[in-house]
């Protein structure tokens, strides 16, 4: 759905927990979503309408089909996208968020009331919360377990897809739907395949832009910033019609880098009602801090790490990159307010970026430097690796940033703990192990 509007298909997104009137859902879903989406179905029955849409998907990503007919959730194989690999077991709640403009009803199935005292020895409500698997703002696939005491945050963890062991000799695919670009550059190169590195650059700054402002709009959806969620879904469509452009047989070059400049003057006035508006300080502002210390600490990379002031980019050390003047963007702060104004700039940069590469591409190619590839994805490094007996793929900073994202989380309200979660923009896909 990345990209993709709810409200352009008809549909008004529900917040309550378990008072859907209508389910939307692709034909094909990644293959370690199956068994969770059943078991997310299968109680409802006959009570909600689902409409399923044709929504195209990378290739390369491993999907599935489901055979909803009659109002059950039954997979159906695909047998030529692989057999099939289990997801993670046990049950799954609904999402439910603070409660504003998402509304309060359905909260019976998402808390139980404990009583235990809070550490101040207080009798407060210990109160549990399951978020997820198909929570917004969050991608599918991500579980949040948290127990409060009171409004207060005590404990959390949280659970994401973890795919199989990539152990085969042949090209895998990419492990991530939210990042199937880079994957697949990083995958190619690895492979010892001929790429045009600027064509390449270009489609992974458009995939990149495209992340971080679905993310942004998620994330203002979250906090109710209406005129923002509106800003950044126009963007969005605008974005969209350039990489239908750009996944043309005969991709007019000439024509998109017209696009593109079209669409970079839309996301400036984006990041300029951003940085002028007190909405950002207001709400994100010195929320889940994370120091440059802490993040190098942690090992925490990618946007994340940029947004505390640590210049952790794969893309400094490439020299297409550096053909076309790049350098990576960062901010100081390290709270959710400077994790969001980063990805709202380097959206923005990475249009640039993009038409860059577009005005010096020609007909040259370039061959993969060695069997090891790292390219910045939209969260982070990702890194394809390949030997005699097998490929190995991994996100280094991924499980980094989850468990960074939940110690930020204890202490805070609910309501802001959502918000900083949120402002990590975490996969919920695992890849490598």
Known sequence: MLGHDPQELGFRPDFRAGEPSRLLLPSRIPRQMRPILCDFLSPLGNRVQMRIEDISMPGSVDVATLDLSNGSARPEQNDSNGPHADGPSGSHGHGQSDGNEHGEDGMDDMMAIVGEPSPDGLIMERLRIR??????????????????????????RIDALEGPEVVSTERPGSPDPLAPVAWRMAIDMAHDQSVNELDCLARIELERALSHLAWLRSLSRLLGWRRMTRQAGVVLDGLNAIRHEMNAAAVDHESVETLLHGAASSISRLVASLTKGRLLDWRLAGRGVVSAGAAEEAGLGGPNARASGLRKDQRSGCPVYRRIGFEPLLEQGGDAAARTLLRAREASQSIDLARRALLRLTGETGISPGERVAVEGPRGALVAETGRTHWKLEAPGASCARRVAVESMIGESWQDALAILASFDLSPWAEGR
């Open 131 to 156: 978020y997820g698997p198909f929570g917004v703002p969050f991608p599918g696939g991500l579980l949040v377990d948290a127990s409060l005491d009171g409004e207060a945050v005590r404990e959390v």
